[in-house]
């Protein structure tokens, strides 16, 4: 099947810092990627969804300038959380969606993210 | 409005069967996933049902009636190692996806 990577697995760091988080395909081409983030005994929460070349597009509530994507490739999608305080620690996993296969979804491990 | 609806905890006994019942509402229908997601992992892929019926894969099944809007994913001969979250998505209009909050499954020895 195929393989989405994340980079890093965990991540711990100060608050007032940016960490970026990196999500990449492998063996396919992810037209579409997407962003989601999960607190403990919670459901996943989609934050955003990016296509390949193009600007992302946020839920409601997720604020754009704080959490940066970057979707410049067919195989890399990064998300980059600004500022970060210690309520953006979560677990962050993104999922990327094959163009030929428009129904399923496959994700990467998770980033679990720490701030200070 | 979307909505996906699944219990929120269910208890079951190691080598029993089990049912974990999913219902929604969505604006279109693209598909029905469950997903199995153990503490502190990201969800890995158990099923797909587009079309009615019932889809069997070793001791995982799902169901799918798309006229009552749901879904059933019944495990069997349970082991330990099955406890985990179950999560329920429909694929709306847009092939994205919708989440239930999940279903905790405990299995007891």
Redesign the interface.
Known sequence: ?AVVSQHPSWVICKSGTSVKIECRSLDFQATTM?WYRQFPK???M?MA?SNEGSKATYEQGVEKDKFLINHASLTLSTLTVTSAHPEDSS?Y?CSA?DGRE?????????T?LTVL | GQNIDQPTEMTATEGAIVQINCTYQTSGF??L?W?QQHA??????LS?N?LDGLEEKGRFSSFLSRSKGYSYLLLKELQMKDSASY?CAV?DSN???I????TKLIIKP
């Open positions: 099947g997407f919670q459901s996943l989609l969804t677990f996993i969606r428009m129904n399923e979804q496959f994700f990467g491990p998770g679990r | 693209n598909g996933f997903y502190g992992e990201a969800p890995t892929f797909y587009v999560l694929g092939y994205q996806l989440w239930g909050a999940g």
